[in-house]
């Protein structure tokens, strides 16, 4: 099973980067912001805990974060593998990510980060917030707190993942297509040889 964890900050192109992914490699998407709008959406058990959580102002904890990867690693059992979209976001995270894949008897293949500098990140997301109609992306003073944040988290997570050998840094300024090519390049690498022939009768195929 092929599991990325694919980090960078906002306005860094990973959700661009993941849908191309997503559909070479037959990877589900797995943004820790989306399964917890979704679980509270059904009213399941963990999402009413972390609604009550929220209403009061807390973090939602850990568990209940891997509690929901976990409930749909379950549920996607026919993927190939897995992208992680910014998470884990600290080394107890990864911890508990490694423990929770050891258990679906798989685990993470590798990180990749894509590093765009902080003044090119301000220039896009700005861009961006005049179609987005996101408030985030109006304001520069909140676009360079989220990248500050991403950084101190980032630092933590990539020395965890880089002891494994599992750690890659990209520069995420170029065109799509090369960074692809680059992502490709890494998970081909660290992928089972098996997959990796499926992706190379693939791609013959396009050709």
Same mark, same amino acid.
């Given at each position: 099973m092929l599991n990325l964890v694919l980090f960078g900050p906002p306005g860094a192109g990973k959700g661009t980067q993941s849908q191309k992914l997503i @559909?070479? +490699?037959?990877?589900?998407?797995?943004?820790?912001g989306d399964l917890l709008r979704a679980q509270i959406a059904q009213g399941t058990e963990l999402g009413l805990r972390a609604k009550k959580l929220m209403d009061e *102002?807390?973090?939602?904890?850990?568990?209940?974060?891997?509690?929901? =990867?976990? /409930?749909?690693?379950?549920?996607n059992k026919q993927a190939a593998g897995f992208i992680f979209?910014?998470?884990?976001?600290?080394?107890?995270? $990864? &911890?508990? !990510?490694? #423990? !929770?894949?050891?258990? /679906?008897?798989?685990?993470?293949?590798?990180?990749? $980060?894509? &590093?765009? @500098? &902080?003044?090119?990140?301000?220039?896009? !997301? !700005?861009?961006? *917030?005049?179609?987005?109609?996101?408030p985030d992306d109006q304001d520069e003073t909140k676009i360079r707190k989220r990248v500050t944040v991403y950084n101190t988290?980032?630092?933590q997570v990539a020395g965890y993942y880089a002891q494994q050998g599992k750690f890659h840094s990209l520069n995420?300024? *170029? @065109? =799509? &297509?090369? =960074? +692809? *090519?680059? =992502?490709? $390049?890494?998970?081909?690498?660290? #992928?089972? $040889?098996?997959? #990796?022939?499926?992706? #190379? @009768?693939?791609?013959?195929?396009?050709?």
């Open positions: @559909a070479q +490699y037959n990877l589900v998407h797995l943004s820790t *102002g807390l973090l939602v904890p850990d568990e209940v974060v891997i509690g929901m =990867i976990d /409930h749909a690693l379950k549920n979209d910014g998470f884990p976001r600290t080394v107890p995270q $990864a &911890e508990s !990510l490694d #423990q !929770l894949l050891s258990i /679906h008897d798989t685990g993470v293949s590798c990180m990749v $980060a894509l &590093e765009v @500098a &902080e003044e090119e990140l301000v220039k896009r !997301l !700005l861009e961006r *917030g005049k179609t987005s109609g996101r988290e980032t630092a995420g300024i *170029g @065109a =799509i &297509e090369d =960074i +692809y *090519g680059q =992502i490709c $390049a890494i998970l081909d690498k660290h #992928q089972p $040889a098996t997959a #990796q022939d499926s992706r #190379q @009768a693939t791609d013959e195929v396009k050709a």
